[in-house]
């Protein structure tokens, strides 16, 4: 049975982290050479750990299933990244950003965990500029900053539509410096498979060489995971495809408590579905809504082509709705008002499930060029995908599955219920809440890995100086790899008929119809037991070809989507026993008259931490209660 | 729509490999052309066979991962298009496609479509970042830079690094790769200071990786799908003499 213990130390908020930091434990350099660490993932929060770490000495191990470590899935993050540097002078502070995380999570956050984030989210920015990352500068050589996603102030740092990209080449880069030194080595093109625990700690991993297929043990003094996020679990999700919970998942397997997983965070602005063999959603950055206006036609299912819709017949929805946000509200209600209108009948495009985002006025306004200086990226990727030409006519947008809140359970150190074993970045839990406002995960996941990681993880190591190279020829590792082999057998040899993309398909349909934007009991429950009779016929009739020693895609997705069939159960439970509507998460049964999501923060301020028990018992629930100390609880209200 | 695809198929490196037919019918124009891969592919597993194996992710042409080379050209007829961006609608009709993995000596063949770029990444080692240790960063506004260069070091930071630009090249150059990564550092007062080791490393590495010289067709430029331009070789070629001189003024 465990006990969650969240380690937030004493003191005034705002110094708890340096008093804390002060005085961490610390490993000596050349004890720093004696000590292995594996980490899991080389997305922002991965490769700027790996980095970090190498930088001071320790021996690193890195791993992705890409080819390159440049592949992660943070490439793709496109509006931008926050920080409190307060270059506007538009009265931003780290207490500013603080209070707008937690408010935007719908208080669901720890306050301490979300203070530190913004506190050295200054120091990303900083360094990511000394890595040469290009961000967007004025005139007078200093960085641009723009406002983005449901805040009031302008303190979002970007590239142009692709800060991921610029961000995570900067930590590849840094990655790559420490490549050349020796410190970090690489091993690209593996699936982690599971995490090894020896004497209660995690010392090493078991993964699966996507080349030769070969299973292999890798130890450490201590694993981080920063495997990203799982939204994947809706099949059709603006995540890359190889993204998965199959990393994170194995750990919750092996005793670490799994957070809030049905905290799951529908981007309201992606490129609708187009074809029915589509299994990707492109998302088009929110900081489009900083010009576009969404609107639908005021006719129930009017099929006239937009231009010809005049003025007076549109409805402008979320600045009729909201009029002191407007189009930038947060993504979780801007989502459900393009539901609750596609689903009342307005929406638009052949299949009704779209609503439109025009740029009309700010063309006119603005002019063409200034639109296209600042998003001229992303038009031209909505007419590759389209063909259509978003200058000329409104773009067409639809809600995704885009972020994962939930994720595994860490304390104040990043140190998820196992010692030794780390989460950071999206894979973990700690920092949004129910809701995660827009340009505050490529903060986070920078901030966990090169600034908050490195320290609180050699506090740990300090007892391992004299322990030594951890042996791989012990039982823990021979039964874990055993167990990883036994899986894949298994799915080998059921010789099914269907795809493992084809069960992954039918899968996000049921979490996304039982367990998406709105939910009930008794959608929940039903989808639960869609679930498992799913997983049945999964087990009889996956059809997996090719071998396991060579390089066999369609071998990894099963191995993917077997691990979905309980992620998603989990989200499930976890959205039943939610007795309340917060952030992302929504539950039919509890919503103010107005239709706005309605919380209970007497009976529902707490972290929802489930435990494993056993592939066929119910899961455990511990509760972690959230205090606030530094910010009132409110409704929300955009009004 | 219908089409004939021609595709590379090859079991490993080590096995040869050879073109096979297939017939595609009922493509939505609406698929983008790895779609239409994966309904070929749910088709061929179908019919008890091994799916044809290509490399992806993102899907929306910012990993890099994908790149085929089809008809001829890398990543297809449209210009400033990743493979994974592509879409039917760009074909006709009864088209036959051919379809290969990129073809050059320093990527050599996988499995059917995918290559190994690991060479990308030792050019990367050599010399692709700024030496600066996490948290001895000056504050941001401290050093200010110029508009104009900026965004010209943003063009040449776009490189998504999937490797049209040696696939397209007649002698397999990486010419553009690096010197993106090189002019993008060169640029800026940050990367200014090991300008000259930089551009002397990974050169030298992308030499032993056994990429071959640039003869100035400008192809590479052509086919990239992030439209780099070639005039960043000229600026890496500067960088690149100039060390040398550097290098006889010291010795
Ligand atoms: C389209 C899009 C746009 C976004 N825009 C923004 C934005 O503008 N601003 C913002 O702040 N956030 C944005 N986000 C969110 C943000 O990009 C992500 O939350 C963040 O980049 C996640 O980083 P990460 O390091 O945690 O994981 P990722 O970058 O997803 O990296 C995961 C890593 O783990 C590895 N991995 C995963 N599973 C395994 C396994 N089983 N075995 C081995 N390796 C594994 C992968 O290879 C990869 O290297 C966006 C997200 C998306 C999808
Ligand atoms: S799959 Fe990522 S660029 Fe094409």
């Known amino acids: ?639 | 729509m219908n089409f004939i695809l021609k595709i590379w198929r090859q079991k490993n490196a080590q096995t040869k490999g050879s073109f096979k037919t297939y017939l595609l019918k009922d493509v939505s124009p609406e698929m983008s052309f790895l779609e239409m891969l994966d309904y070929l592919n749910k088709q061929i597993i179908g019919n008890g066979g091994e799916p044809v194996t290509f490399e992806h992710d993102c899907r929306e042409g910012i990993c890099g991962s994908c790149g085929l080379y089809i008809n001829g050209r890398p990543h297809g007829p449209m210009r400033n298009t990743t493979t994974c961006e592509l879409h039917m609608r760009e074909f006709n009709d009864g088209d036959s496609i051919v379809i290969e993995p990129w073809r050059a000596r320093a990527f050599p063949v996988i499995k059917d479509l995918v290559v190994d770029r690991s060479s990308f990444e030792r050019i990367m080692h050599a010399g692709g970042f700024i030496s600066v240790n996490t948290g001895s960063a000056p504050e941001s506004n401290s050093n200010p830079v110029s508009k104009t260069i900026a965004d010209k070091a943003f063009d040449a930071a776009t490189c998504i690094g999937c490797g049209a630009c040696v696939a397209a090249c007649k002698n397999s150059s990486a010419m553009l790769y690096a010197a993106a990564k090189i002019a993008q550092y060169a640029m800026i007062p940050q990367g200014k200071v090991e300008a000259k080791e930089r551009v002397d490393k990974m050169v030298k590495q992308m030499d032993a990786e056994g990429f071959g010289f640039c003869s100035n067709t400008y192809s590479c430029e052509f086919d990239c799908p992030k439209g780099i331009s070639v005039d960043f070789i000229a600026l890496m070629n500067r960088e690149f003499f100039s060390s040398k001189v550097c290098k006889q003024k010291q010795t």
């Open chain 1, 1 to 639: 049975m465990q006990k969650l213990d969240s380690k937030i130390p004493e003191g005034p908020l705002a110094e708890k982290w340096s008093r804390y930091k002060a005085r961490l434990r610390l490993v000596s350099p050349a004890n720093k050479k004696k000590i292995e660490i594996i980490v899991v993932g080389t997305g922002l929060a991965g490769s700027g750990a790996a980095s970090a770490l190498g930088e001071l000495g320790y021996n690193v191990k890195v791993f992705c299933f890409q080819d390159s470590p440049r592949r992660a899935h943070s490439v793709a993050a496109q509006g931008g990244i926050n920080a409190a540097k307060n270059y506007r002078n538009d009265n931003d502070s780290v207490y500013r950003l603080f209070h707008d995380m937690v408010k935007g999570g719908d208080y669901r956050a720890r306050e301490s965990n979300v203070y530190r984030a913004a506190e050295v989210s200054n120091d990303v920015i900083d360094h990511f500029t000394a890595l040469g990352v290009p961000f967007a500068r004025d005139y007078g050589g200093s960085l641009d900053t723009r406002s983005f996603g449901g805040v009031q102030v302008s303190r979002t740092f970007y590239a142009k539509g692709q800060t991921g990209q610029q961000c995570l080449y900067g930590t590849y880069s840094s990655l790559n410096r420490q490549i050349a030194k020796g410190t970090v080595k690489m091993f690209p093109r593996r699936d982690m498979l599971d995490v090894v625990i020896v004497d209660g700690k995690a010392r090493g991993i078991i993964t699966r060489n996507l080349l030769t297929g070969e299973l292999e043990r890798h130890s450490a003094h201590a694993v981080v995971l920063a495997t990203g996020g799982y939204g994947t679990v809706f099949y059709l999700s603006t995540l890359g495809l190889g993204s998965n919970a199959s990393a994170a998942w194995s750990a919750y397997r092996k005793g670490a408590l799994f957070a809030n997983p049905s905290f799951i965070q529908i981007h309201p602005t992606s490129i609708p579905v187009l074809n029915e063999y589509q299994c990707k959603l492109t998302l088009m950055s929110e900081s489009l809504r900083n010009d576009g206006r969404v609107w639908v036609p005021k006719e129930q299912g009017d099929k006239r082509h937009p231009t010809e819709i005049p003025e007076e017949e549109r409805d402008y929805y979320l600045e009729r709705r909201y009029p002191a946000f407007g189009n930038l509200v947060p993504r979780d209600v801007a989502s459900r008002a393009a539901k609750e209108r596609c689903d009342a009948g307005y929406g638009v495009g052949d299949t009704g499930l779209s609503v439109y985002l025009d740029f009309k006025d700010a063309i006119e306004k603005q002019g063409k060029k200034a639109i296209r200086d600042k998003y001229g990226n992303l038009f031209e990727m909505y007419e590759k995908i389209t063909g259509i030409n978003p200058y000329n006519q409104p773009m067409r947008i639809y809600p995704a599955g885009h972020y994962t809140m939930g994720g595994l359970w860490v304390d104040y150190n990043l140190m998820t219920t196992i010692p030794g074993l780390y989460a950071i970045g999206e894979s973990n839990f700690s920092d949004h809440g129910a809701n995660r406002l827009g340009a505050s995960s490529l903060m986070q996941c920078c901030g966990d890995g090169y600034f908050i990681l490195p320290n609180t993880i050699s506090a740990y190591l300090a007892d391992d100086i004299r322990t030594g190279t951890i042996p791989t020829d012990n039982s823990a590792f021979e039964e874990a790899e055993k167990a990883v082999e036994d899986r894949i057998k298994r799915i080998m040899s059921v010789g099914g008929k269907e795809t493992a993309s084809s069960f992954h398909k039918r899968l996000g349909k049921i979490m996304w119809d039982h367990c998406g934007m709105r939910r009930d009991a008794e959608g929940l429950m039903k989808g639960v037991e869609m679930l498992k009779e799913l997983e049945e016929e999964f087990w009889e009739n996956i059809c997996v070809p090719g071998s396991t020693d060579d390089l066999n895609h369609e071998l990894e997705k099963a191995l993917k989507v077997a691990d979905f069939f309980e992620v998603g159960r989990l989200m499930c439970e976890d959205a039943l026993q939610r007795e309340e509507s917060c952030g992302a998460h929504f539950r039919e049964e509890h919503q103010t008259e107005t239709g706005e999501a309605k919380r209970n923060d007497t009976d529902f301020a707490y972290v929802a931490a489930w435990e494993f028990q056993g592939a066929k018992t119910e899961p455990k629930l511990h509760k972690e209660p959230l205090r606030f100390k530094y910010v009132e609880l409110k409704e929300r209200s955009y009004k």
